[in-house]
């Protein structure tokens, strides 16, 4: 069975290794208004109406569009770091990650306690796989904001892609403390038990990760390899076969071939 070679972050938003998050005046942090002191009424009015287009414009995939009105904010508003960490956001999402480092270090330049600035940088720079760059601003979130879990997972991913496995389950180990039932830290803490040759604690950790999130199928497929690779071949096949009935393709077009004639009529 073909390894998945693949580490998951955020799901999030990147704050759960997935994706950058996007701030909407007046939701998480604050409005623009009450941010930042406007030179004129008529400003105000003006770039509030512009960061609402564009805030929609970003959540509907018009990034292109969004990236304009932002753009309009900032011509009213220059210090409006929230402005640039989102222009820095859809620009990121167009996948000019570069130009949306630029954009977030404007924001942290005004901003420099902005944590979401250098959570999304940091997402930028790991995309680019300044990895040590990535961490270093992980690290700058942890302590404007020590209690976000998805900040140690994106954190302990980065340092897994630097074949730091002992310091990634160390930060895996914090976001679990914070989130006892956060699927991703545990699937992530297995994959680098299995990098440290820790295979029993690596199938005990995707466990954990299926009972959180009984329907991602990457932890039955990475769980079935380490079955496979300690002689259970009949778990292994279980656990593939489950991932298959979840919707995994992959597994499926595997499972249709010579490799796979052992496990494919074991029954269950």
């Known amino acids: 069975m073909k390894k998945r070679n693949v580490l998951i972050g955020a799901m999030l938003s990147l704050i759960s290794i997935g994706q950058p998050l996007i701030i909407k005046s007046g939701v998480v942090l604050s409005t623009t208004s009450l941010m930042l002191a406007l030179p004129q009424k008529v400003n105000a009015k003006s770039a509030d109406k512009y960061f609402d287009i564009a805030y929609e414009m970003g959540n509907k995939g018009d990034h292109k569009g969004a990236i304009k009105n932002f753009t309009k904010v900032i011509e009213l508003e220059p210090d409006n770091y929230v402005a640039y960490m989102n222009r820095g956001w859809n620009k990121s999402k167009l996948g000019d990650e570069y130009a949306a480092i630029s954009d977030y270090n404007k924001s942290i330049e005004i901003n420099p306690n902005y944590a979401l600035a250098y959570s999304n940088r940091a997402w930028s720079k790991s995309v680019i796989k300044d990895y040590k760059a990535a961490i270093s601003d992980y690290d700058k979130v942890t302590t404007i904001d020590p209690k976000n879990a998805k900040t140690y997972l994106n954190r302990g991913l980065n340092k897994s ?23 991703l830290a545990y699937y992530n803490r297995a994959w680098s038990k299995k990098a440290i040759g820790d295979l029993q604690g690596s199938i005990a950790d995707y466990t954990k990760s299926i009972k959180f999130d009984p329907k991602y199928y990457n932890a039955y497929v990475n769980r079935g390899n380490i079955k496979k690779e300690l002689g259970d071949d009949r778990a292994a096949c279980k656990d593939y076969k489950k ?11 595997w499972l249709k071939g010579v490799d796979a004639k052992w496990c494919r009529k074991m029954m269950f």
């Open 243 to 253: 991932s298959i009935s979840l919707g995994d393709t992959e597994t499926a077009n």
């Open 161 to 183: 892609y630097l074949e730091d496995n002992y310091a990634a389950i160390s930060d895996f180990n914090k976001a679990i403390k914070i989130d006892s039932k956060y699927a």
